[in-house]
């Protein structure tokens, strides 16, 4: 009866340490979808920098009520 005890707590710890891998990984897959989104997010502001698009603040027109 001690074996399968033992038996029964060796599998139960299995069974907790396979379901945190899981979330674990979950999590992994999450924030390697964000990593993407930003990487992509920082070339295109990147680009923008690049081909001017931003002017400098003595080329930018006035608000009107100037």
Do not use: F
Request: glycine letters at 2%.
């Amino acid at each position: 009866m001690d074996l399968e005890n033992r038996l029964i707590d060796i599998e139960t710890a299995l069974a907790t340490q396979q379901k945190m891998l899981d979330d674990l990984n979950d999590v992994i897959i999450a924030q390697g979808k964000v990593i993407d989104k930003l990487l992509k997010e920082n070339s295109y502001l990147l680009s923008l920098i690049k081909d001017d698009t931003v002017k400098p603040l003595s080329e930018e027109t006035p608000p009107p009520h100037y």
